[in-house]
């Protein structure tokens, strides 16, 4: 057997925010090199990449919508537009030097684990050339995110439309929409963020909603010179703000719960959204657009204008689904006819069906959708790992979105846990194949499912996180500190591990003293490896601990 097949290499699928902060981690916090991230796109961002539509914007504040690792001194104001983030992406990939990892323009068309050499047989596509071919990899990691791939919509007559037709996600800039008349279906955040957008130059915007949504207010402060000072000089502050911004979205959160006090705080919130939407739109819209499901059991949005848009003259909401498209527009469920240059669908995406459209074969020979469909859809142990595909991580997988928090945030917690659970005991030659029983995983997965009964999450409306087999495979059932909390210190008890080297300690005490060699870190290590000796501590959370004092105690 050639040397090199004993050693250690990776393959990231996906450059999105999931994916950077995978690199990074791997790169600065581990020392570890040796790993390729292809995207099918031209470059780097993921979703701030695709969704390019006109008024696309983040609703979470920047401050906290941003990598743990490269906080931004430069946000231009609270909530930032998609170029910003965009932007924001390239530099951490070059102020990290990351970028030579990336292979843009590769898609991943599956993996097969291959038992005999206990790697992963990746299958790659070159977009330019249409070649393609393999690459084998110990670890492979799914960064390809969940809010990706278009929900395929389909409306009787669509193909005979004369006019342009595109998704949000897919915006044709090369289409003019000033003086156009355009058709918006749906009404979810990218609706309401494409409306008022587009609806400055468009000549009309007529948007089909057939259900309503919670609107709440949406300040965005531009940061003045003081706060850029601020974050410039006392990065302290931001992280401050940050934990600040951080802790109040977690504690929306508990409006979402069947507590006493979630159903009282929610009644309040609805009452508020209630107020914010007569406020401001004509009462003719009020019943289209106030809900009767609870706060929540939809991503709530945080108002980007779209409101103030509906009175505008050029503006109007037509409560409705769609019968058919026709050749020259759209007749709505009612029979309402009308006809339209440009039809932009605002339709969503295929959240539930995680890792599409991959063809990803496991350990017993079974893809890993059909293993799925078996167990009424995508779960996985914490959302990362998936018993009979062994050395494989998930992020931003299953069940670990939070309800009103970063995605950010979960990727980044993900990140961390796939890199304790699966990197580290790899590296430290602890173990050469890690897998998680299937107990563990149906364990975890049943506990998620039963703390989601009764959450806002399952009451009477669609929403993207209930699956084809009518189970929330998208949703957290906390806050997103307790994700935290779950994931930071690995089950050992959860995982099958083979192959490793009895001599890993060592191996391990050397990449700890490699990483972070300073007086108070190796002071730390010795310490840790006497109580690890006499059973205290395992070397797994001396090294998550020594992490988290060399954070707060500013070592690096
Ligand atoms: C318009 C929009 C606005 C959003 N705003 C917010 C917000 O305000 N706050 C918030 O918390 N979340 C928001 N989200 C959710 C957002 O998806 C996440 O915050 C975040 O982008 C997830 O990062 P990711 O890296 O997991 O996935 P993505 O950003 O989706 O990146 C996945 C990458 O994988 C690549 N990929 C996929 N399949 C393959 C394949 N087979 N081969 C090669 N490459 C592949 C894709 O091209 C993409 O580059 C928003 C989502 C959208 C669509
Ligand atoms: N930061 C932001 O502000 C922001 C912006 C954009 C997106 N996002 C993220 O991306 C997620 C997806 O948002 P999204 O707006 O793209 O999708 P979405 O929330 O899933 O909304 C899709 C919309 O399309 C409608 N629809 C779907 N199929 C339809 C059909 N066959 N006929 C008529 N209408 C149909 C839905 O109607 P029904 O509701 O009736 O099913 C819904 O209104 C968000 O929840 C959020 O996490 C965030």
Known sequence: MPVYENELNAIIVGAGPAGIAMAYRLKHDLGFEDFTIYDKLDGVGGTWRTNTYPGCGCDLKSVLYSFSFNLNPNWSKELCDQPVILQYMEDTVDKFDLRKHVHPLVECIGAVWDGTLEKWEVNLRDLKTG???????SVFVSAVGAISFPRDVKFPGMENFKGAMFHTARWDHSVPYKNKRVAVIGSGCSAAQVVPAVAKQA?????YARSGQWFHDRPNRNYNMVDKALFRYLPFYQRLLRLKIFLDADEETTTYFPTPRGLKERRAKEEESKQYVRSKVPEKYWDSIIPAFPLGCKRRIFDPGYLDSLNNKNVSLIPEGI????????????GKQDDFDIIVLATGFQVSQFLTPMHIVGATGKALHDQWAECRGAQAYLGTHVHNFPNLAILFGPNTFPANNSALFACETQVDYAIKSLFIPLLDKRAKVIEVRQSAEDRETNAIHTKLTNTVFAGDCSNWYIGDYGRNAASWPGLARSFWFRTYFPDWSAFNMSGGSRWWPIYAAKRVLV?????????????????WRHNEITTVRASALLQTLKYYLGAT
Not at 131 to 137: E, F
Not at 203 to 207: E, G, M, N, Y
């Open 323 to 334: 019968k058919e498209i026709t050749e020259t527009g759209i007749i709505s469920t009612s």
């Open 515 to 531: 990483n972070h060699a300073t007086p108070i870190t190796v002071a730390l290590l010795f310490s840790f490896i006497y109580l």
């Open 131 to 137: 070649i393609q071919y393999t690459r084998v990899a």
């Open 203 to 207: 000549a009309s915007v007529k948007q």
